[in-house]
C-alpha cells in the first residue's frame, strides 16, 4: 500500500510521503542536465531503512549515497553530466509499515543556492585542502626535528652532567691529595721547630 502526498509550501520545495511495507522497496526517478542541483530530506518514523541514490548517464550508473541505520537523511548534488537520471530508493528494513516524509528541492527551487557547492567551489577547497596538508606536513616534520632535538639535548645533558661528575670527582680526589699533603708538611714543619 503506498500513500502519497504532495505538498507545495512557501519555499517553493516539493514534500511527499510514501508508507512502505515490511521488505518493500520505493524507486522514483528524475532527469538533470549539467550543473543541475538538487537537495532531498529523507525522514522516518523507524531509523531500520536504506537509502541508495545513483545516477546513470550515458557511460555509467555511479552510486552517490548509501546508507542505512539513521533517522534522517540529507544529500546535496551538483550534476556533472550533460544529462543525467538519479534514481531514489527507498527500502523498509522494518517488520511493520515505515512512513517515509521526503523534501525534495531541485535547481531553482532551492531556496539558499549559495548554501550548495558549485564544482568551481569544490576546486577552490581542493586547493585549500592541499595547502593543509602542505602545512600539517611541515609541522610532522617541525614535529619530528623537535622530538630529535629534545633526545639529541637529553643525551647531551647526560653526558655533560657525567662529565660534571667525573671532574667533580676529580676536584675532590685532588683536593683530598692536597690537603694530605699540606697535613704532612705542617706535621715536618711543627716537628723541626720543636727538635730544634
Do not use: P
Not at 37 to 59: L, W
Not at 142 to 162: A, H, N, P, T, V
Request: aromatic share 10%; hydrophobic share 40%.
Amino acid at each position: 500500500m503506498i500513500l502519497l502526498l504532495l505538498v507545495i509550501n512557501s519555499a517553493y520545495c516539493l514534500q511527499f510521503g510514501y508508507e512502505a511495507e515490511k521488505g518493500q522497496q520505493i524507486c522514483f526517478t528524475d532527469n538533470f542536465s549539467k550543473e543541475d542541483v538538487f537537495d532531498i530530506r529523507i525522514s522516518a518514523n523507524s531509523s531500520n531503512y536504506g537509502v541508495k541514490i545513483a545516477e546513470a548517464n550515458s557511460q555509467s550508473i555511479d552510486s552517490l549515497y548509501d546508507r542505512k541505520g539513521s533517522w534522517e537523511h540529507n544529500y546535496q548534488y551538483q550534476s556533472t553530466s550533460a544529462t543525467a537520471h538519479v534514481r531514489y530508493c527507498l527500502t523498509n528494513f522494518e517488520n511493520d509499515f515505515i512512513m517515509f516524509n521526503i523534501t525534495y528541492k531541485t535547481g531553482s527551487e532551492l531556496a539558499n543556492m549559495g548554501k550548495v557547492a558549485k564544482i568551481s567551489d569544490l576546486n577552490q577547497m581542493g586547493g585549500i585542502i592541499k595547502k593543509l596538508n602542505t602545512q600539517l606536513d611541515d609541522i610532522k616534520r617541525e614535529r619530528s626535528f623537535l622530538i630529535e632535538k629534545f633526545d639529541y639535548m637529553s643525551k647531551l645533558q647526560g653526558s655533560i652532567s657525567k662529565k660534571q661528575m667525573a671532574f667533580g670527582f676529580l676536584c675532590l680526589g685532588l683536593s683530598m691529595i692536597i690537603t694530605v699533603i699540606t697535613v704532612n708538611m705542617i706535621k715536618r714543619i711543627l716537628r723541626l721547630k720543636k727538635e730544634s
